[in-house]
């Protein structure tokens, strides 16, 4: 019941975040973008980044509620991915230096969370 209840809350937070960080990402690519350059214009352009921060805020309540064993499964997991990522980025700056495109900052972001649910499903199936 309890681990229940604590997905339910979880996802309540997380998709809360979402969809604010989602509308202020579509204000901000919308009004930001065509905006003179200034302060105005940059904070409007880092206001997703409060959609954001509500959702490090969830995954941070979230630690706090789960059990230990969940929860160091989880950070076992995310320590992985981080280590994946980091080496996915490490090796893709050789090959930018060899003439490949270079990449936005937000492709790291991407990887991570691709390599958390790589990391944890392999870790489910290995489980079996």
């Not at 980044?49 to 490090?56: D, Q, R």
């Not at 060899?98 to 499903?121: D, R």
Request: include cysteine; hydrophobic fraction near 50%.
């Amino acid at each position: 019941m309890h681990e229940k209840r604590v997905g339910r809350a979880y996802t309540r937070e997380m998709l809360g975040s979402l969809a604010l960080y989602t509308v202020l990402l579509v204000l901000a690519i919308r009004w930001g973008r065509p905006m003179e350059e200034g302060v105005a214009r940059t904070l409007v352009l880092l206001s997703p980044m409060t959609g954001f921060g509500l959702a490090l805020w969830a995954i941070a309540r979230h630690f706090g509620r789960i059990d230990e064993y969940v929860r160091m499964r989880l950070l076992e997991n995310v320590a992985l991915a981080a280590g994946i990522t980091a080496g996915l980025t490490f090796t893709y700056g050789f090959l930018e230096t060899a003439g490949y495109p270079k990449l936005s900052m937000f492709t790291v972001w991407c990887v991570l969370c691709g390599a958390t649910m790589l990391v944890q499903l392999a870790r489910k199936l290995l489980d079996r």
